[in-house]
């Protein structure tokens, strides 16, 4: 099983002179052969999705094992994987939840969406329940579109979130072919949210479209994960291949990025 990435912790105190601790760089990959690329550009974490199924798209089980297996017990580095979106998780077919365990059983991290929660009294306790019934940890990712998504506001995420009991939350984008992260939050939206989040305890990630310059300024909000699956791949299109020299790219932008001021506020 994947360690678990526990020394975010020791990461979200902001240093005196208010200089964000450098953000973990995660790479969404399909299959092996984009592992193998992830890391060689020098990921932070690896995240296995399939984006054809969706902004949270659940991979093949046979895919996720033959990535676990190529990473062996014990990774070097942190390995989440997604699981889609926890309406169709709990109401959808058994066999996607058996799937979804398949993928999950030698994983410390996954993430499921909140994607149809919004008009949903029970979402907060079905949240609740799963955090319960997975073992491994889990990240509630809501949606920056979050209309669009029909999912909840990140505000709320963030409280729900805590009370289940979660490793964290992701702000994505839902609609892939629409706006990206920045154009429906700001950086100064973010650090708020940044800091709710660390108050309760939460890892607090982020992802969407992400562009060079829009990962630069995220450093500033302090946020302790970026993710991105379009900004590592050949041209920018999230259905083509992980690129090692993408990913390198993005590595160095973060070395560079990370000694700026966070944002104030």
Known sequence: MSALPRDWRSRIADSPNGVPVRPRLLVSVRNVEEATAAIAGGCDWLDIKEPAHGPLGRPDSSVAVAIQDWLGDSPALPCSAAIGEMVELLHGRTADRADARKIASRLAVVKTGLAGCADRP??????????????????????????????????????????????????????????????????????????QAHAAGLMFSVAGRLDLPAIQSLVRCGCDVIGVRSAACRSGDRNSAISTEAVAELAALLDAAAGTPLTAG
């Open 122 to 195: 029970e979402w907060e306790a079905e949240l609740e329940g799963l955090v319960g019934e997975l073992p491994m940890e889990l990240i509630a990712v809501t949606y920056a579109d979050h209309e669009a998504a029909g999912a909840p506001q990140l505000a709320a995420t963030i409280k729900a979130a805590s009370r289940a009991g979660c490793l964290g939350v992701l702000v994505d984008t839902w609609d892939k072919r629409g706006s990206k992260l920045l154009d429906c939050l700001s950086i100064d939206e973010l650090g708020h949210f940044r800091r």
